[in-house]
């Protein structure tokens, strides 16, 4: 239990390590791990550093990518969602020549449209998140920002970084220089009179360029008075040549893309006369490049290439006028591909340690078995669960098609109602760029605010407002909920849009991108005379209508779980009643199993369960006979064969035990005899000396099972028992058998018997256990030279004047010899062996005066035996001579004695080896 318990912990803590670790790097569970290249998706901006990596905005604004030279993926950085459900887009960066990262973070709402605040945020070379380094947010309801807000062309130069705030009629220029903190304003110059700031370049006041949203390209002296530089009059330019994606090169000229002529052009200054055609249709298709010039953005690297960027695909036009080649993915790195691959290795391995884990909970730690009630939940909540989602699903796909067909019907109506909002008149007078904000692009502001706008809490959130202009065919950019977007920028035509212009309907429909999912109707506007002039576009965010499908969705899964959760109670109750009868009876029968056999099934529910527990309990009753029976021939049989026995050899009843079972244990054996038996048993009668045995083996009996022995065999003049323990137990018992033969004597002479003496012969050694006999006839039995070593004690402890003789072996395998009184008899040659014994005598269960003389002469006589084992006879017969002066009944030392005299005088024969002779 200990080691399923350690090994489900394991399996835990290592699921939770993997756990965490998939968590933290949970993105790349969303990419196929076989997928070796990064496609772009929506490309909006991308910049070079000085070793030519270069630096994507892409995925709608939501993720910047650093490639290097070969286009390898070095690293990406992530926007994030705010606690609301705000989004933040990256508008804009610029690089340091440390490869730090400036980024323009800008919060939208969470429909995507209205900014909340916005951040020039830090990153560093390994693009992990360093600071902000400057942050507004923007709170007033008048003067809303969408999609972008009003930071403005972040650029380092000199050490220090530059950025514009624009203010609506005034620019402001601030710097961060090297080991500064915050950012500081340095210049600032007021813009011309409704003119409204696009886009702004240059540091250095009277190098400093911006274009307005009405068209043109100013230039900033260094009094902070503004001058157009383009386009001047009399330039072969319409008012549709609007300047977007203005950059300033090294050499002072102005790069921007012409979206009318679909060109990139270049301007001097110094001759603004001159417009240079840098990128356009004719070079780009001879390069094999297309660009389709639809949200094209430019930037310039270093070396002074023109990078444009276009949704999907980046094309660079180098310095000489070439190409190169068009990339449209980025490579991973082969140490980020092994990395995808091991995190997705870790969520597999994780998962298949939860599954282990929980194989590791039920089987092994719990060893539970699948119950009946855990089956019928199992096929039957799953069964009711799969008809109610598909219930709700018919349901909800109902409901989800309705709504979308009432949101479709209402921005039908709000498209169609644009009739209303806009003059058609109006929009058809509207001729060029130079009308933003004017008093007709103001008035068409106002209508459209007053009916979407009316309230921050309405439903009208969400809602993106468009008003084309239809002339000569093509459709042209006037008002958006995007400040990206310039007027006359041309709009695509497409077959909706063709439709609406051709027959003059109402159109709808819906597309997803990176930017959300979006439905949207667009309605012609007509002039006066049923012209179409103009379409008007209502699109809304259906992150509203989406959020609540999820909270639908949501209810849904709720009330099918709370549905679930009733059937189950239900199901539990109904199978709680319906099976109570069957968990008495499993209970019953569990504590019969138990071996509680006077257990008694009561069931009353009068039905099949009923009838099985009255079988069960005439069962019981007569396996209750039969056990008694089995109980008390095993009791009866362990009289004849001890259950020790059976332990020994692995055995659990007398039924298991065959011929030839056997096993070598290292044991201590007792040979214990009465002295003089079978001369004494000759003036008994038979029943006397089955008395008298049985009354001795009862008296002595008891000591060998008290200190976890056992007596393997009886014989006519005592018995032999077994130690498996240490020696200490056998040593314990053999002194107190000595010491209780005192009282039994005692006892015996009170009752007019004579008294009666034992020898004990104890050795320890290795012995063989086993059944012999054969397949009619078995019998226990122990075959080792050390029981003969033990008969052989037995024997020698009347000549040798001792009561309980024991081997070395034994005193070896005491644990504390300094508790038994006994000495050293030196080594011992017996007769029929070759090897002699090295005994000891115990007399500390002897009578009190021999044991007192034996303790006073212990010392004395040892080393008499140790002169006796080297040659000294002399010495030796000395100091026997002196043991027995003391104690004259010590037979070894007078066997000693009279050898040592025969050897100092006649001295020793040739096989002589210190050893003492005893027949």
Request: aromatic share 10%; net charge neutral; hydrophobic share 40%.
């Amino acid at each position: 239990m200990k080691k399923s318990v350690a090994a489900l912990l394991l399996v835990l803590l290592l699921a939770a390590v993997a756990g965490t670790f998939v968590f933290q790097e949970r993105r790349l569970l969303a990419q196929n791990p076989l997928n070796r290249e990064l496609p772009f998706v929506s490309l909006s901006k991308a910049i070079a550093d000085k070793n030519d990596n270069l630096y994507l905005i892409d995925n709608a604004k939501k993720t910047i990518l650093k490639l290097n030279g070969t286009g390898t993926l070095l690293y990406s950085i992530h926007s994030e969602i705010g606690k609301n459900g705000e989004q933040f887009r990256f508008n804009d960066m610029a690089v340091d020549n440390e490869n730090r990262l400036y980024t323009v973070r800008t919060l939208l709402d969470p429909y995507g449209l209205t900014v909340k605040s916005e951040q020039i945020a830090r990153y560093n070379p390994d693009g992990t998140f360093d600071r902000i380094i400057f942050a507004q947010d923007y709170n007033d309801s008048k003067n809303r920002w969408y999609r972008i807000g009003s930071l403005k062309s972040p650029q380092l130069k000199e050490g220090s970084l530059h950025f514009f705030n624009d203010e609506m009629t005034k620019v402001t220029e601030y710097r961060l220089g090297p080991g500064e903190t915050e950012p500081k304003p340095i210049f600032s110059f007021e813009l011309p009179p409704n003119k409204f700031l696009a886009e702004i370049d240059g540091y250095v006041p009277g190098q400093i360029y911006y274009s307005t949203r009405s068209g043109e390209i100013y230039s900033v002296a260094m009094n902070g008075v503004s001058s157009m530089t383009y386009p001047l009059p009399g330039l072969d330019r319409t008012r549709r040549n609007f300047p977007e994606s203005l950059r300033l090169d090294a050499g002072g000229s102005l790069v921007f893309i012409d979206y009318n002529s679909k060109a990139v052009s270049r301007v001097d200054p110094k001759q603004p006369y001159i417009v240079e055609e840098l990128v356009h249709a004719g070079n780009a298709k001879a390069s094999g490049i297309t660009i389709p010039y639809e949200k094209t953005d430019i930037s310039l690297s270093p070396d002074g290439d023109i990078i444009i960027v276009d949704d999907t695909q980046l094309n660079r036009r180098l310095m000489d006028g070439t190409f190169a080649p068009t990339l449209e993915n980025a490579n991973y790195s082969n140490r980020y591909i092994a990395w995808r691959w091991f995190v997705w290795g870790a969520a597999a391995s994780g998962a298949l340690l939860l599954l282990l884990a929980g194989r590791l909970l039920y089987v092994n730690v719990l060893k539970r078995r699948t119950s009946l009630v855990f089956k019928q939940i199992v096929v039957f909540v799953p069964a009711v669960a799969a008809a109610m989602i598909l219930l709700s699903t018919v349901v909800y796909n109902n409901f989800v098609a309705k709504m979308e067909q009432e949101t479709f019907r209402e921005l039908s109506l709000l498209a169609a109602n644009g009739q209303n909002l806009i003059d058609g008149d109006k929009l058809e007078a509207i001729a060029s760029p130079s009308e933003y904000r004017g008093e007709t692009f103001n008035e068409f502001r106002k209508k459209i605010n007053a009916v979407f706008d009316n309230s921050a809490n309405s439903e009208n959130r969400g809602f993106y407002k468009a008003v084309y202009k239809v002339e000569n065919g093509l459709i042209y950019r006037i008002l958006e909920d995007d400040d990206e977007m310039h007027m006359f920028n041309p709009f695509p035509l497409t077959e909706e849009n063709k439709q609406v212009v051709r027959e003059g309907k109402v159109v709808n429909g819906g597309w997803t991108d990176d930017t959300g999912s979006w439905n949207y109707a667009i309605a012609p506007i007509m002039n006066s005379s049923g012209k179409i002039v103009g379409i008007f576009e209502t699109s809304k965010n259906m992150e509203s209508l989406l959020a609540h499908r999820r909270g639908v969705m949501q209810s849904i899964v709720y009330n099918i779980a709370i549905i679930s959760g009733g059937l189950l109670i239900v199901l539990l109750l109904m199978t709680f009643i319906q099976l109570s009868s069957l968990r008495k009876l499993r209970k019953s029968v569990g504590d019969i199993a138990k071996g509680n056999w006077e257990t008694v099934v009561k069931i009353r529910s009068r039905d099949e369960i009923a009838d099985l527990g009255e079988s069960v309990n005439t069962m019981a009753a007569r396996i209750r006979e039969y056990i008694m029976k089995v109980e008390a021939f095993s009791h009866a049989y362990y009289r004849f064969v001890p259950q020790q026995f059976l332990r020994f050899l692995n055995k659990d009843t007398i039924l298991d035990v065959e011929l030839g079972d056997q096993v070598e244990q290292n044991m201590s054996t007792m040979i214990c005899n009465i002295r003089g038996f079978y001369a004494m048993s000759k003036r008994l009668t038979p029943e006397e000396n089955f008395n008298f045995v049985n009354s001795f083996l009862k008296r002595f009996g008891p000591y060998v099972r008290n200190h976890s022995g056992m007596i393997n065999k009886y014989s006519g003049a005592g018995f032999m028992a077994l130690f498996p323990g240490s020696a200490d137990d056998a040593l314990i018992a053999s002194v107190e058998m000595r010491k209780e033969l005192e009282l039994y004597n005692s006892h015996r002479d009170n009752s007019g018997y004579r008294s009666v003496d034992i020898g004990i012969g104890l050795h320890k050694g290795p012995l063989r256990l086993g059944i012999i006999g054969e397949e009619q006839r078995l019998e226990s039995n122990v075959i080792s030279d050390n029981v003969n070593v033990s008969n052989i004690l037995e024997r020698l402890t009347e000549p040798l004047g001792a009561s309980i003789l024991i081997t070395d072996s034994v005193v070896k395998a005491i644990g504390d010899p300094g508790k038994f009184q006994f000495r050293n008899l030196g080594l011992i040659q017996v007769g029929g062996m070759k090897e002699p014994l090295h005994l000891y005598d115990v007399y500390q269960g002897d009578p009190d005066t021999v044991r007192a003389l034996k303790e006073r002469t212990k010392a004395r006589f040892e080393e008499a035996v140790t002169y006796y084992q080297v040659g000294r006879f002399y010495d030796a017969r000395e100091a026997f001579l002196m043991v027995i002066k003391q104690n004259r009944q010590d037979k070894a030392a007078q066997l000693y004695f009279y050898l040592c005299d025969e050897y100092f005088q006649n001295g020793t024969t040739e096989d002589w080896n210190g050893t003492l002779s005893v027949s």
